[in-house]
T-cell receptor
């Protein structure tokens, strides 16, 4: 497939547990974004990677959230000590480059439910 | 502060009728503007974008949008709606800088009556 893929598609966990969400961007795309979409809301920016480095993590809500992209391709969003308020759809997007005129292609998202 | 407002949470139109979805933005610099569509179980799909130049932009699926700087608006239009257009529509604004951190509106859910 040529699109952005995200796994798992659904994740149910208990409060206090640790979760990892994975994003496979389009091959060759150097820019990768994570967004979070709560019910009835538009997506909210979490973090932006250019290559392997997190160029902007200003959207991460607190230090329980962390993301990595060690080889400049696949990215993992990590959430420690999950809370019920973390329940949302987590979206990943990639673009060929980071510039503002580069279209972001979105994956289908991971629906996280914290019980 | 940068923000996007979509005043209409839900809109219902009859198939074949015209459609206009409203979007207002607040952005300090020259904005890049986008409309995305999200169908159930699908990812966000880009309908159209405005960067510069002609303020009337054409997109996919017969959609168009008009950038009006004086009104800080970027409304989405379609002359004749099809039942398959039922979905959620998001307006977004991004920067012309080094990367494109998108700020989304809350979305407008479109229902189409046969």
């Amino acid at each position: 497939g040529a699109g952005v893929s995200q796994t798992p598609s659904n994740k149910v966990t208990e409060k206090g547990k640790y979760v990892e969400l994975r994003c496979d961007p389009i091959s060759g795309h150097t820019a990768l974004y994570w967004y979070r979409q709560s019910l009835g809301q538009g997506p909210e920016f979490l973090i932006y990677f250019q290559g392997t480095g997190a160029a902007d993590d200003s959207g991460l809500p607190n230090d329980r959230f962390f993301a990595v992209r060690p080889e400049g391709s696949v990215s993992t969003l990590k959430i420690q000590r999950t809370e019920r308020g973390d329940s949302a759809v987590y979206l990943c997007a990639s673009s060929f480059k980071g510039g503002g005129n580069n279209e972001q292609f979105f994956g289908p998202g991971t629906r996280l439910t914290v019980l | 502060a940068q923000s996007v407002t979509q005043p209409d949470i839900h809109i219902t139109v009859s198939e074949g009728a015209s459609l206009e979805l409203r979007c207002n933005y607040s952005y300090g610099a020259t904005p890049y503007l986008f409309w995305y569509v999200q169908s159930p179980g699908q990812g966000l799909q880009l309908l159209l974008k405005y960067f510069s130049g002609d303020t009337l932009v054409q997109g996919i699926k017969g959609f168009e949008a008009e950038f009006k700087r004086s009104q800080s608006s970027f409304n989405l239009r379609k002359p004749s709606v099809h039942w398959s257009d039922a979905a959620e529509y998001f307006c977004a604004v991004g920067g012309s800088g080094g990367y494109n951190k998108l700020i989304f509106g809350a979305g407008t859910r479109l229902a189409v009556h046969p």
